[in-house]
């Protein structure tokens, strides 16, 4: 009995082959639309989830396991701050969190002034970020150097004249390939000399790290900017299960050092790294939906395309219809034929489109120098809706061609 069923199938699968192969420019018009709404749901939801993952691994390059304390108010932890405050920071801040007994979650801390300033080099001259910083910072922020050393506490402690250079400020200054350790640059009409170099890290979503120069924090505060503030307080937490701890406890430290007893009125607002990569991810993942949704779009107008072509089937083979009715082919027959039909349209349009999705989204994401990332979510989806579109569309054809009465059908013309 099953042999027997096979059989059927396997000869109603080859008469319906046939018939979809006799008419090949409809049948190649009808795929390529199911091809187009596949291909282009697998590529565009591929390309959001490239675009999300390349943003988490920018924000994860700037440090593991980091906080980010800054002057404003915002929400610390458990602590909520109000909008406004603006009183400043302080190197003791950052020294004050790293030496408490209290705070127990932290694992390294750098106090940080960041501000612009022209830099010149002989003839060359740019306009960049200046990073007064602590020799922690390179721990904290995983900074690798390529020449030379980075700041050290004796530079910290001697108000040093002594820069870093990130790799594209020093083509920008002294030109591709250059290694100018021991050299001097000018900032701010100070003489500073070239102790460092940085690796490449590109840009990181915030700054470019490879257009900064770092420079003792002190020799920042009192040399170039004279201010006693900093912009920011970097830290790293001990590990990624710490950080809500880290949090609080660095919260309410800076809470009772300024005076503060009520955490509504915080003067300061502290960002964790996993606060930014959900609220980067959140707005990925809500652009690459709606670019899922505009392109399922054309799934449902191949699948009307579809509909459409097999009704004019159904009108061209009315009576072929009738005499396999008159012959003794019952309704379910019918069905069965036209379903079938139109299932192998969206099904070759559905592996073709996977394809085309898959390679779209390879060469898009090399083009744009994001990370390649198949969503086989999206795949599993886009084949799932052109199954169920070859059924839902094919279904209304099918049931027009069954319905049709074997004696009118034979004497239509």
Request: hydrophobic residues 45%; proline residues 2%.
């Amino acid at each position: 009995m099953t042999l027997i069923k096979y059989m059927e199938f396997s000869s109603l699968f080859v008469e319906s082959f046939s018939t979809l192969a006799l008419n090949k420019m409809r049948t190649g018009l009808a795929i390529l639309g199911i091809i187009i709404g596949i291909g282009s749901v697998i590529a565009l939801v591929s390309l959001g989830s490239s675009g999300q993952k390349s943003v988490q691994q920018q924000i994860q390059s700037l440090g593991a396991n980091l906080l980010t304390v800054s002057p404003g108010a915002s929400r610390t932890g458990s602590i909520r701050g109000a909008q406004g405050g603006v009183t400043t920071l302080t190197f003791d801040d950052a020294k004050a969190i790293l030496a408490s007994t209290t705070v127990t979650a932290v694992k390294n801390v750098s106090a940080e002034l960041q501000n612009r300033a022209q830099i010149t080099a002989g003839r060359n001259n740019t306009n960049t970020q200046i990073l007064g910083t602590t020799p922690s910072y390179v721990e904290i922020r995983k900074i690798n150097l390529s020449f030379g050393s980075f700041i050290s506490q004796r530079d910290i402690d001697a108000v040093s004249k002594v820069a870093v250079l990130g790799p594209q400020l020093v083509t920008d200054l002294f030109g591709e390939g250059s290694n100018p350790i021991g050299e001097t640059i000018r900032i701010k009409g100070q003489s500073f000399r070239v102790i460092g170099i940085t690796e490449s890290r590109g840009g990181s979503g915030f700054q470019n790290q490879d257009d900064l120069v770092f420079v003792p924090l002190t020799t920042a505060q009192k040399v170039l900017f004279g201010s006693s503030s900093l912009s920011t307080i970097s830290i790293e937490a001990k590990s990624e299960n710490e950080m809500t701890l880290a949090q609080d406890q660095v919260g309410y430290l800076l809470l009772g050092r300024h005076k503060i007893s009520d955490p509504a009125l915080a003067d300061f607002s502290i960002i964790s790294q996993n606060d930014i990569i959900s609220a980067a991810s959140s707005v990925t993942g809500i652009f690459t939906t709606l670019l899922a949704g505009i392109a399922a779009i054309s799934l449902i107008v191949g699948g009307i395309g579809i509909m459409n072509i097999m009704l004019v089937t159904v009108t061209e083979r009315t009576r072929e219809i009738g005499l396999r009715k008159a012959l003794g082919a019952k309704k379910k027959d019918i069905i069965a034929q036209f379903l079938l039909e139109s299932s192998i349209l969206t099904g070759l349009g559905g592996v073709f489109g996977m394809i085309l999705g898959v390679l779209a989204s390879y060469v898009l994401t090399k083009f744009m120098s994001l990370p390649f990332s198949v969503s086989l979510t999206s795949i599993v989806l886009a084949l799932g809706t052109s199954a169920i579109i070859g059924i839902v569309f094919g279904w209304y054809p099918a049931k027009k061609a069954s319905d049709l009465q074997p004696i009118e059908a034979l004497r239509y013309e």
